[in-house]
């Protein structure tokens, strides 16, 4: 028992240490099978060198096929699929050639070993390396490049061996053909690193390593690598990107036609083994000549090296002789290509190297093609002078007819697409565009070699392994949780199923905005799916003026109206003041248990609430004073945004939900209707303002053109007589008239061609909405809150300062004078209606609010998105105006600056005014003293959170801030962050939104330039963090963060959802270095999900006078320290709380072990900066004692990481 619990005890370590670390450990066994193959070595007849790959990738496949996308891979595999299909096909059929007659087991073994065997290698290499993590494989690219180099120094020791002969060869391998790929792939990384390597330093080494390369090729002998090599060095110019690549490769086409013809002339002289010009001249003769004839130019044939034929020597020596080897290539493809001619189609064998014998065989059956046999004579069946004929592509043409070299260029055509697609797009990963320029060079040599010579096994073993590798690399995935179709965010709760809803309200029975609003929602959320019930506490009419969904359930506390009720003996009305509406809590609570509960107005207050009951109050009136009562609800929704920065300071959880409107009428009223309309109750205060109205309308009568123009006004109440005496009075009755009420109010609003609203405050507005629905152009007085959130100044209408009466009826008198102006406002104003106010924009707000899917809210202040740019500005004065020319010249207009002078000493202050002044989307403020950047950074975003509402100058309204003017804020969508030495491309706003729109998530993450101190652009900078990350493209948390290899750095590397930031209340932390460090992994790790880009946009500036850049006196040390410490802080308090989520959290087991991962890694590097800092600071010699670091070294346990610090270590713990 005790030895049975000990291996289950190993058993599960090793399994346990295989599942986290299968990776490394397969890419050990794929390094020593690389290793074995860069020296030519094998292990013996029982375990070949692939043998690692095939263990290495079985295990891969084991640990980590829940990773792999399994459709994705055979869409994208499916052409080489498809060709190895078609081969192995064709090597079956084989079996029943009839020159070489094989068992069918030899037929199968033939196809393992010169097939199938290159497949299962090319698959294993391709999902190891699209799905391992990034440095992984780039480690195995750099084994493989590393063997390349050594081999080239290997040859050219072994030629200064053996006295500077050629043909030798290091290492293992048995002939100077076998290292092709040895020197092809070196000569590839070389040329491909000229190009691509943007470091004079990388340059100069890869021309110094194509030097070393062409000095090997030369030591190895074989001409063919040089004849590759030169056709190598034009790919480059064809395949990369460059500037006036049009112009440049006529010009390399010319320098190419003008090498060959220096070629042909320098190589008169040199002996007949590199006299290239002999051959040319004489190519068309030789191979014109019979193949059994040719031996008359072969030298060997007359001095006894070679048994040539009769028919080549029988008449003697030709006029001129070609070296041997050539000349035997040349014969031996001829002799095979015949062969071949005769059955174009047909399979004959598997397996290059048994082609010699096949034709011996097969020319002493076919006695009438004796003059295309091999001139050598041969007695040997086994070979038809030689074992294959030297030329790869003439021998898979042989063995597997057309068809199957056709399959054959379909899969090099492949790797080729994959590669030029890679160098083709605009990802801007300069690693995976030099690995596949580096194999599309070694390709195009590969190919080219091949018309040669041979391609032995080892070669080819190694050639399938690098193309499935760069295929595998250029088609990359980051992580299997992108393609499993039930992943969720870790941090974020599953939408909830169909709930119960009760709507309260005082009257459903009355006639209001209110009323109607309930009833629209109720049949709204029963549409939905939702269980719906509405509680009336008073009914005033028997019937009810609003069509209710026969779904919704209607119940009445007390069947007569509000008034009455209320009115009756003293007795009654104390009890009404201090207790009906604690009773009234008690009734609802005991009455109903339901998901979410939605008040209307003041008659109930939830004093009892259920404990899993959602209470939700809709704000239907503006701002006056805050109620307290406010605060027994949940959430408190707004109609409108002017309203949020007045309620925020009271209450967490706020949203701004407009009313809309049921159904749009597909109607436009008639704009050549010389009438003016107006809707509302006539209560007492004149909410409405039609007594101003009419002082209006006289102005407007005696204006020229308003001749036969009338007003109508349509409502009821109280008012209604003095109303009307007001304008009898002014003697208005001919062009005023008022209409009660009416049902049909379609016909009301299409009977008009302008709506006139003169309130003196609104709760919203939705005559507006309404009369806009029909096409109708308004005008408004700007009151709080709802006509600014409607109208759109000067696009639907017209809004005009409160009581500016002459300002009014001069805009009213100018829609009365153009119809075709009120056309134009009329189709915008229902166009906007159709875009915010309908029920398809609004119910997905409400959606969320329920427990549905996230949702940004609707833009009300203008028709497209708004980006806030928060820009701190801290003695800059040499760079601002560059940042800010750079902003305000973007192609996309909708944004607002927001200045935040952090107390400049120099100019900056005043620049930032000269911009403010230009430019009303500028929003200047002035920190009164110097503070840290991440409190300049919260400042603004306190700013940007208040979108859609009027900042007084208070200094009360922020500390230590105060404003240059009252501020009218927009509604912010999009929140990023610019550094004021920085700048940004003329087109990024652009991206920004467009990548918003295509995809929905909370952050955008893209990539950026380096800029040096003269302005030069540098290289484009691979955001170091998600260097990891192959493909630009939407993805979760834990996708970018675990296999991370730094912090998360530099915000404005990021654009932010605003209510995003919002919701989550994301802010820097104060008064440290490195502030972006937590904002950013805190920001990522909440985040819905993250689109990546690998578009730079964004300059950043390499300034050696920055905080951190500069000297790094005793104070900034101190400071740094403290900044890591609270950092480190910060992770180890998430640490603490991810350790207490349970199930109960709706959190998975195997998520949080990730969000512990991701913390607790943190934390190491944090201690790293840390011990870092010590060393280079003399420790606590600098103010630092090692007690500070004592209450965080359990968290220093089993870092190995930090064993590069031990001395640091050992001094300070």
């Known amino acids: 028992m005790r030895m049975q619990k000990i291996q289950n005890i190993v058993r599960n370590k090793v399994f346990s240490f295989m599942s986290r670390y299968y990776e490394e450990f397969v890419l050990v066994l794929f390094g020593i099978g690389l290793c074995l193959y860069g020296f030519g070595l094998d292990l013996g007849v029982n375990f070949k060198t692939q043998g690692f790959f095939q263990i290495g990738g079985v295990l891969y496949i084991i640990f980590a096929y829940r990773h792999f996308a399994l459709r994705d891979d055979l869409r994208l595999l499916r052409i080489p699929l498809i060709s190895f299909g078609v081969v192995i096909v064709l090597g079956l ?28 290698l090319f698959v294993i290499v391709f999902l190891y390396v699209r799905y391992a993590k990034r440095r992984n494989v780039l480690i195995l690219f750099g084994i493989f490049g590393l063997l390349c180099m050594v081999n080239v120094v290997a040859s050219l020791v072994e030629f200064w061996r053996y006295g500077f002969k050629t043909h030798h060869v290091p290492f293992g391998f048995k002939a100077v053909f076998t290292y092709n790929i040895w020197l092809l792939a070196p000569m590839a990384l070389c040329i491909s690193g000229m190009v691509a390597c943007k470091h004079k330093a990388l340059k100069i080494l890869c021309v110094l390593g194509v030097a070393l390369t062409l000095g090997a090729m030369f030591a190895n002998g074989e001409r063919s690598f040089l004849v590759s090599s030169f056709v190598m060095v034009f790919v480059p110019f064809v395949v990369w990107r460059y500037r006036h690549k049009g112009k440049i490769l006529p010009l390399v086409f010319v320098a190419g036609v003008l090498a060959l013809g220096g070629i042909y002339t320098q190589t008169k002289t040199l002996p007949d083994r590199y006299n290239f010009a002999h051959m040319i001249d004489n190519f068309w003769e030789v191979i014109q000549t019979p193949v059994v004839e040719m031996g008359k130019y072969d030298k060997l044939c007359f001095n006894g090296v070679f048994a040539c034929n009769p028919q080549s ?4 020596e030709a006029e001129f002789f070609w070296e041997h080897s050539s000349l035997s290539r040349i014969a031996m493809s001829k002799s095979t290509f015949e062969a071949f001619l005769d059955s174009p189609f047909m399979p004959r064998i598997v397996g290059v190297f048994q082609i010699g014998e096949y034709l011996w065989q097969y020319y002493e059956v076919h006695t009438d093609k004796q003059a295309n046999r091999m001139y050598v004579s041969v007695d040997n069946p086994k070979h038809n002078g030689y074992n294959s004929p030297h030329n790869f592509a003439v021998s898979m043409l042989f063995c597997y007819g ?28 300069t690693t995976r565009d030099f690995i596949a320029l580096w194999a599309f060079v070694c390709l195009v040599g590969i190919c080219t070699q091949s018309v040669f010579d041979i391609l032995y096994p080892n070669i080819l073993e ?50 209001g905005g209110a009323e109607r609003v309930v009833v629209n929602l109720a049949n709204l959320f029963v549409q939905l799916g939702h269980s719906v019930e509405i509680v009336s506490f008073f009914r005033t009419n028997p019937m009810l003026p609003y069509t209710i969904d026969e779904r919704v359930r209607v119940s009445f506390f007390y069947t007569q109206d509000e008034k009455n009720f209320k009115d009756t003996n003293a007795l009654k009305r104390f009890y009404i003041k201090n207790i009906f509406k604690f009773m009234l809590s008690v009734r609802v609570w005991w009455r109903y248990r339901m998901d979410y509960v939605i008040v209307n107005d003041w008659t109930y207050t939830p004093f009892l609430k259920h404990k899993y009951t959602k209470y939700i109050k809709i704000l239907h009136v503006n701002f006056t004073r805050y109620n307290k009562r406010n605060n027994y609800f949940d959430t408190l929704v707004l109609l409108s945004y002017a309203e949020m920065a007045l309620y925020r300071p009271f209450h967490k959880h706020i949203k701004v939900i407009p009313n809309f409107l049921p159904t749009i009428s597909t109607q436009c009223t008639d704009y050549s209707q010389k009438i003016v309309l107006s809707v509302g109750r006539m209560d007492n205060g004149d909410q409405k303002g039609f007594l101003r109205l009419i002082d209006i309308w006289e102005q407007v009568s005696q204006m020229e053109g308003a001749s036969g123009w009338k007003l109508h006004i349509v409502g009821d ?95 009213l008198h100018k829609l009365m004078c153009d119809e075709n102006l009120r056309s134009t406002f009329g189709l915008h104003a229902k166009k906007r209606v159709q875009e915010h106010f309908s029920k398809e924009a ?33 003695n800059v004065e040499s760079y601002l105006t560059r940042c800010l020319d750079s902003i305000i010249a973007q192609s996309y207009e909708n944004f607002v600056i927001v200045l935040v002078n952090d107390a400049s000493t120099d100019s900056g202050r005043d620049i930032c005014l000269a911009y403010h002044s230009k430019d009303k989307r500028i929003i200047f403020v002035d920190a009164l003293f110097n503070a840290s950047q991440a409190s300049v950074r919260n400042k603004a975003l306190d700013i940007l959170e208040r979108g859609g509402a009027l900042v007084e100058e208070v200094q009360a309204t922020l500390q230590d801030v105060i404003y240059t003017q ?18 940004i491309s003329p087109n990024a706003l652009e991206i920004i939104i467009t990548d918003f729109k295509k995809n929905d998530v909370d952050i955008c993450a893209y990539n950026n330039h380096y800029v040096t101190q003269e302005f030069v652009e540098a290289t484009v900078h691979d955001y170091r963090v998600f260097s990891h990350i192959r493909e630009s493209g939407v993805y979760i948390p834990t996708e970018l963060i675990q296999n991370l290899r730094g912090f ?51 300059y950043y500036f390499l300034s050696p006078t920055s905080t951190m850049r500069g000297v790094m006196d005793t104070q900034k040390r101190r400071k740094a320290f403290e900044s890591w410490i609270r950092i480190l802080q910060f992770f180890i308090m998430y640490l603490e709380e991810s350790k207490k989520q349970d199930v109960k959290h709706n959190h998975n087991t195997q998520d949080l072990a990730i969000l512990q991962k991701i913390y607790a890694r943190n934390i190491t590097w944090c201690f790293k900066r840390i011990f870092e800092l010590l060393s280079v600071s003399g420790g606590y010699g600098n103010g630092i004692s090692k007690q500070e670091l004592k209450p965080y070294v359990r968290y220093m346990r089993g870092k190995y990481h930090l064993y590069y610090h031990i001395p640091t270590l050992r001094k300070f713990l």
């Open 462 to 511: 190694v050639l399938f392994i690098f193309l499935g590798a760069v295929v595998g690399f250029c088609r990359a995935k980051v992580s299997a949780y992108s393609h499993r179709g039930n992943s969720q965010n870790i941090f974020q709760s599953p939408p909830s199923a169909h709930s119960s809803i009760l709507l309260t309200i005082g009257d459903v029975s009355i006639t």
């Open 717 to 811: 109440g109280v008012m209604r007589e003095q109303i009307q005496a007001k304008i009898q009075a002014k003697n208005l009755e001919e062009s005023i008239i008022v209409y009660p009420f009416t049902k049909d109010i379609e016909s009301v609003y299409l009977s008009a061609s302008i709506y006139v609203m003169s309130s003196h405050y609104e709760g919203f507005g939705m005559v507006l909405i309404e009369s806009a629905s029909y096409g109708l152009p308004a005008i408004a007085f700007d009151v709080a809150t709802g006509p600014s959130d409607i109208i759109v100044d000067s696009h639907t209408g017209y809004l005009v300062a409160d009581n500016a009466m002459q300002d009014y009826a001069h805009k």
């Open 313 to 316: 020597t029988k008449n003697g």
């Open 93 to 120: 059929l084989s079996y029943f050639d009839e020159i070489m007659p094989r068992s069918f087991g030899k037929v199968f073994g033939s196809i393992n070993t010169h097939i199938i065997k290159y497949l299962v």
């Open 842 to 874: 609004i119910a997905p707000l409400w959606e969320e609010m329920l427990g549905g899917k996230q949702h940004t809210q609707p833009m009300l202040e203008n028709t497209q998105p708004c980006i806030g740019i928060v820009v701190p500005v801290h």
């Open 966 to 983: 009252l501020l009218h804020i927009p509604v912010i969508d999009y929140i990023m962050f610019v550094d004021s030495d920085d700048y």
């Open 1048 to 1098: 998360i750095t530099s915000a404005w590397a990021f654009v932010y959802r605003a209510p995003f930031l919002c919701k989550h209340h994301l802010r820097f932390i104060e008064g440290v270095f490195y502030e972006d460090v937590p904002f950013c992994t805190q920001s990522i790790l909440v985040a819905q999900n993250v689109y990546v880009s690998f578009v730079p946009w964004y």
């Open 402 to 429: 057309i068809i199957g070299f056709i399959a054959i260029l379909f899969f090099l055509g492949f790797v080729f697409y994959i590669c030029y697609k890679q160098l083709a797009s605009n990802a801007k990963d």
